[in-house]
């Protein structure tokens, strides 16, 4: 709960800030801020606490995954100064929507009121519509912007009819509630109440982008400015996948037979398709968009047993998210915010630039799930998970997923370190070297100690 | 001091390869290699003596149980020592040549001689995986960036191979992942005892020989190997070729046949079969080749395709015979690839029609390179010999014919090497010169060689070192 008004509250010193000309110091501040927030969310480990009549519960679930998205829009927020240098005096908006959007996810973990959850979507979702359209010149920002507009707000529609028809169901917007009604009247719940689950959860798979729900995907992804599309790659995507879990566990323990059929066919479709079109790819942006299709494939398989994968999928969303975020900081530094993210613009890099490149192999190999990275263990604690509860047969379509995906993790790969040198060597502003070397570290990390974090929810 | 000091060392030595920069690079990977060498001598005389244990465990991840555990005995210590005496030699000989990036040339030879040295002793299999994963990186960056000839089908040769392995292996992962679920461990002392149907055994057994079939290569999974061993630079194909195709057989020998036993049994005429046609196979392509590098690859596809074959007929001679043909061929294989490479680099072909008429000129040469060749066509008095007789004789013991097919590629491999030498050596004087070796390429071609005869006319100390091991590995094979 702190953490919530204490990152509303820095958004809005922010704000407060352009208008003191205190322009410069608004990036340490908030990154010193956010630390604070950290230390704060950490804190409340270990701990359940309930917040205006249940409206917001914070508990293990929701202090690790507020302390991931915290330090995630750390990472984006230090990104930020050099990749808007040509837009100072916005400095203090494009930080403050960042902060806000957090703000956002963070409810999308510690809510205990479907009124609340999706307050929280609807933050972060309308902070991404700005950051997605923030280059108000340039035509594909617009179109992503408004295409992202468009079919978020016809998803958040589905959420909400959803939430409705729950209240219809159970009378009720409180999770406790709901889950209570349902344990009274067993089979007895109105028909609608399934209709509202299915709505929700359409709603909540377009915005984690599984297929069949991705088509705004790699379009937004493209024309997005690249810092935000590093933010919807990794923060919104892993908020959604954190939020989606929380709701069906939240409201329902057990997962109905049917109701797995469904999602292990979307997660089949997601991996297959996100990782057989990624191979087609030759805008790096796209790749990573059907690659974040592909990795949502693979996040959904946690649904088969949720009651003992809420770490997997902390680890999970913290490996991808954490890849995401070094791959998105070599991005940046190599095309800079001006677009053109084909592969070519890779060329050479490996020699131009030893470190940076890689850690873009460390990145890609970590998506890849290749030892030692955290990836791999992701990988391997998810059918680890899958397997135990009898599902070996979507294991088989992971792996052989996960072969192809090789293909395309390893073009990057190849042309940086084979083709021929095209381009003048970069200036790398520090930052991003910085950001892109404290999250490969923290991946590797991860994959070396990866019992400190499965084992914590 | 225990065995995990090896892999400290290794580990070490890539880092600091890396750090000394360009030009101490070779000279830094030398030194660390040949300390982990003199540190694995020492290892085995600790464990031959039993002065202390040498073997290393820690618990890594709680839940699931993955134990950092490494242990020696006999057949674990055995290749590691081939691993790491190979290691200083297959970086010996690329002194010569002028690297580009050389730190990282050695640092990613030191890197993959970790992963592989891990591989041989590790006993955790979820711990053996990654160091099996692991082992790939390196040889995959080795044969892209520093490989030779064009660049477009060099990187379709190298993608191949690696997606190719990597597909296998992961399969291994989901059968490690399954019989985890049933003991849960990963430790090879409790998956031994897991109970498991035919049917289960049978799936883990593919999945198994799909991770090691592509890695030998047995046909039909070998069609990656000898584009790839003729495109990357020498020493990756001797890394290749010499140390990290045993991984394979050895993990055969301790994992896939005893996990996995009773299809091992069952289907022991398949699996042979297979490697049997592999070995005829890979010595009809070899008379046919005209490139040099290419002719030994398919040449060592036979040999290995006779190493597996013994391996899978799951008798003691055969394992034995396999174990030991893995060191010789280990020793041999990158001495002919060391001696192609030095023809190729004075030459500035790999075609065998551009060579010929270079015995005038160097005799020193010509006399080690004829050893080598007749070392690998399995003449008496060389170790290959030893190897190759325990591999036939296991043959005989499973179906005569086998052996008899088996045999008859001796011929054809004694053929088409003297052929090659023939053809690359002799006839009349070459008109481009061609400098004898130098003190360092002698000294690679004089260690393999003594270790070749050596242990070819005395090799009980290995016999006697590795086959109580393979014993108790038999009695669990056979435990049903």
Request: overall charge positive; aromatic content about 14%.
């Amino acid at each position: 709960m702190y953490t919530l008004i204490a990152i509303a509250g820095l958004g809005i010193i922010c704000l407060i800030a352009e208008i003191f000309n205190l322009r410069k110091a608004i990036i340490p501040v908030t990154i010193l801020g956010l630390l604070g927030t950290l230390g704060l969310t950490a804190a409340d480990f270990g701990k359940v606490n309930s917040f205006y009549n249940n409206m917001i519960i914070t508990d293990s679930y929701s202090a690790a995954y507020s302390s991931l998205f915290i330090i995630l829009t750390i990472f984006l927020v230090a990104l930020s100064g050099s990749f808007h240098k040509e837009h100072k005096a916005k400095i203090s908006d494009f930080i403050a929507i960042k902060l806000f959007l957090l703000t956002g996810a963070i409810a999308m973990v510690s809510f205990g009121n479907m009124a609340m959850f999706f307050l929280g979507i609807e933050i972060l979702s309308i902070s991404l519509y700005v950051l997605a359209a923030s280059q108000p010149k340039d035509l594909k920002s617009n179109e992503a912007g408004m295409k992202y507009f468009l079919m978020g707000a016809f998803a958040s529609g589905f959420i909400l009819f959803g939430i409705a028809l729950i209240y219809g169901a159970t009378g009720s917007f409180d999770t406790h509630t709901i889950y209570g009604a349902l344990l009274e009247n067993g089979s007895n719940v109105p028909q609608w109440f399934f209709i509202g689950v299915v709505m929700l959860s359409v709603g909540l798979l377009f915005k984690i982008a599984a297929v069949p729900f991705h088509f705004w995907a790699p379009d937004v992804y493209q024309g997005s400015p690249a810092l935000t599309t590093a933010t919807m790659s990794t923060l919104a995507k892993v908020a959604a996948m954190a939020a989606f879990f929380k709701l069906m566990i939240s409201i329902n323990r057990t997962v109905p037979g049917s109701y797995i059929t469904i999602i292990s066919i979307i997660s089949i479709l997601s991996m297959t398709v996100g990782n057989l079109t990624a191979l087609v790819q030759t805008n790096v942006k796209r790749m990573l968009a059907f690659s974040g299709i592909s990795h949502a494939g693979f996040m959904l398989m946690v649904f088969f047993n949720p009651r003992f994968t809420a770490g997997t999928l902390l680890y999970y969303t913290a490996a991808y998210s954490l890849a995401g975020i070094a791959a998105f900081a070599v991005l940046l530094a190599v095309c800079g915010s001006k677009g053109d993210e084909e592969v070519y613009r890779f060329n050479g890099f490996g020699k131009r630039n030893p470190l940076m490149a890689g850690i873009l192999t460390c990145s890609l190999l970590s998506m890849a799930g290749i030892p030692i990275f955290a990836g791999f263990f992701a990988k391997f604690f998810l059918f680890n998970q899958v397997i135990s509860s009898g599902h070996i047969a979507i294991v088989i379509i992971a792996i052989v997923n996960s072969i192809i995906s090789v293909g395309y993790y390893f073009k990057l790969i190849l042309a940086m370190y084979t083709k021929d040198d095209i381009s003048e060597k970069e200036s790398i502003p520090v930052a991003y070297t910085i950001v892109a070397v404290l999250s490969i570290v923290l991946n590797i990390a991860l994959g070396l100690f990866p019992s400190y974090v499965v084992g914590i929810l | 001091m225990d065995i995990s000091f090896v892999l400290i060392i290794l580990l070490f030595g890539a880092a600091a390869t890396y750090f000394v920069g360009d030009k101490w690079a070779s000279k830094a990977a030398l030194i660390f290699s040949t300390a982990a060498f003199a540190a694995t001598i020492y290892i085995t005389y600790l464990f031959i003596e039993g002065i202390e244990p040498v073997s290393f465990i820690k618990v890594w991840v709680e839940d699931p149980k993955i134990m950092l555990a490494f242990e020696a005995d006999g057949l674990s210590l055995t290749m590691l020592l081939l691993t790491t005496a190979l290691t200083p030699i297959i970086i010996l000989s690329s002194f010569r040549n002028t690297i580009k990036n050389s730190r990282a040339f050695y640092a990613l030879i030191m890197f993959m001689a970790f992963a592989m040295a891990g591989t041989f002793i590790s006993v955790d299999g979820f711990v053996y995986y990654i160091f099996w994963e692991l082992s790939l990186l390196p040889i995959y960056f080795i044969a892209l960036i520093w490989g030779n000839g064009d660049y477009e089908s060099r990187k379709k040769a190298v993608i191949k191979f690696f997606i190719y392995t990597f597909a296998g292996s992961l399969f291994m992962l989901a059968a490690f992942i399954f019989l985890y679920q049933r003991t849960g461990s990963f430790l090879t002392i409790n998956l031994y005892k897991a109970f498991l149907t035919s049917n289960e055994q049978f799936f883990i057994f593919l999945a198994f020989f799909l991770a090691y079939a592509i890695k030998i290569p047995i046909i039909p999974f070998h069609t990656w190997q000898a584009n790839v061993y003729q495109k990357s630079p020498t020493a990756g194909t001797m890394l290749l070729s010499g140390i990290m195709l045993k991984m394979a057989i050895y993990s055969i020998i301790r994992w896939q046949l005893p996990i996995a036993p009773k299809p091992a049994a069952e289907l022991m005429y398949v699996f042979v079969g297979l490697c049997i046609a592999g070995v005829i196979y890979g010595s009809i392509l070899a008379l046919k080749q005209t490139d040099l590098k290419k002719l030994l690859a398919y040449s060592s596809l036979a040999h290995v395709g006779l190493i597996a074959a013994g391996a899978y007929s799951i008798t003691l001679d055969g394992l034995r015979g396999a174990v030991l043909q893995m060191i010789a061929h280990g020793f041999g294989v990158v001495g002919l690839f060391y001696a192609a490479e030095i023809i190729s680099r004075r030459y500035n072909t790999g075609e065998i029609s551009e060579m010929g008429g270079i015995r005038s000129q160097t005799p020193k040469f010509t006399s080690m390179f004829l050893i080598l060749v007749l070392a690998s066509v399995a003449l008496p008095a060389t170790f290959n010999f030893v190897g190759e007789f325990e591999l036939l004789y296991s043959m005989a013991q499973t179906n005569i014919w086998f052996a008899v097919i088996a045999g008859t590629t001796i011929i054809l491999g004694a053929f088409y090497m003297l052929r090659m030498f023939q053809q690359v050596m002799l006839g009349e004087q070459n008109t481009k010169p061609f400098a004898d070796v130098t003190f360092g390429e002698g000294f690679v071609f004089v260690t393999i060689i003594t270790v070749l005869i050596v242990f070819g006319l005395y090799p009980k100390p290995i016999v006697d070192f590795i086959t109580p091991d393979l014993q108790a590995i038999l009695v669990i094979i056979n435990r049903n």
